[in-house]
């Protein structure tokens, strides 16, 4: 049977969604890692230079990203096609519309995943433009280590002291903790991995992962706005 | 006891459909909620007026023929009960109560709280059975079956095809339903040989009659009268992938 035809089934829509969701997740961890190296007390240096690090793999990072964009894709293709077919399987809704609770999930995390979806649909190519390529604008360089390396912490830093960046990051990055929040589970249990013996125990994990990721990532953002210095005098002169 | 509730009239499959709030009086709190439209219905015709049209057969929670969206729940607000063994003494007078058929574009309505649940059938009779030679029963120990194993598949074939779950679901999907069927056949050595082919033929079906995908939201276990786990749905999908890889 051909992929096509799995991926036309509803059963195969989600085995997408999980395993595209899944490495998203996969990344989003190193993509943390990678961020909390800012915290380090050394105006930046280990974060530049891990950004430089990465950008000198070349044409392996090349590849990595259009992994990467294939995977968002997918993902993204999917969940447009689930959400039209829950459109098209009932038109109308019902006049009175309630959960029973008990074994239920229906959580606003559950209902809003189209919702935070598009917002990280819409956040991630802005964010995109504004830490790869600066807005457009040229990078500074600095020293790390007696190699010329791009300041993409001063980047980050001097974006954050504008409150609409931050507070902007902030929010949809309690989004994406919602998102995950039902996602992290939900993804095993497309997969078919679930059993009612492990459910709660995964289910309440998935609260977890959704807090540490969403907490670590806005972290930045408002530690840069309340406590973050523009650093350009102190940090070896610009090229 | 005495009752306002707030009913879907449905002339036929075309008619746009509307809400008539009605009056109950002499409701007696022991009266099922279908009897209670009983009464109601009797009311009616004293007027002159068309009765409600909903179904129900047995009336004891095991047909699965009965099924109303009552106060935006599939089966009303008590877990793991039918509507037909809904109590009126589980509802409060001072609130109207909203009784709504299952809406979904695979149960189009037929009239009233009335809707068209062939979607299922068809259902089952792409894969929902096992091909097997008719004769007198075989020995009852020549197949053994762990205790386990025979318990689980009772648990999913508890199911009565009530279709509470598609109606429960934000989706509308079928796939609890759909699962039941498929887990307790693979669970057994009947349903072994064309598990594969079974699999994929329902679960194509499915699709089809229109229903939509699962987002795991588990609404339709907390609204089935029979408490089916959204275990049978992972199974499904394994089930599926299984017989599709497999070119079934
Ligand atoms: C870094 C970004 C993202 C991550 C880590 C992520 C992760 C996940 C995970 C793990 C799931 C659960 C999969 C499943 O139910 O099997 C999921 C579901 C979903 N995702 Fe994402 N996602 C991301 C971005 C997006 C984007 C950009 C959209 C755009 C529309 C989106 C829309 C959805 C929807 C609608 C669902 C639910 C599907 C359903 O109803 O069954 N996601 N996501
Ligand atoms: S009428 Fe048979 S289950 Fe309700």
Redesign the interface.
Known sequence: MSVIRIWQSTVGKKVVMAVSGIFLMLFLITHLAGNLTMFAPDDGALFNQYAHKLESMGVLLYVAEAGLLAIFLFHVVAAFQVYLGKKRARAGGYDRDASKGGPSKLTVASRSMIITGIVLLIFIPVHIWMFKFNAGQEFTYTEVGGEEVKNLYAVVVESFQNPWIAFGYTAVMLLLGLHLRHGFWSSLQSLGAMSPRWTPAIYAVGLIFALLLAGGFLLLPLYFFFFGEIPDAGMGGGL | MKFQV?V?RQKNRQDAGR?ETYTVEDVIPEMSFLEMLDLLNEQLLKRDESPIEFDSDCREGICGTCGL?V????HG?K?ACTTCELRMRNFSEDKTI?V?PF????FPVIKDLVVDREAFDRIIAAGGYTSVNTGSAPEANALLIPKDIAEKAMDSAACIGCGACVA?C????A?LFVSAKITQFSLLPQGAAERKRRA?RM??Q??RE??????????C???CPK?I???N??????E??KG??A??
């Open positions: 707030k879907w809400f969206v106060d935006g729940m599939a607000p877990r909203v709504e809406r979904a574009h695979g429960a934000p989706n509308a999907s796939s994929v679960v194509e499915m699709d229109g229903f939509g995908n699962c987002s795991n939201h588990a609404e276990e907390a609204a408490s786990s959204i275990e749905i992972a199974v499904m999908r394994r599926y992938m599709a890889l070119g079934a």
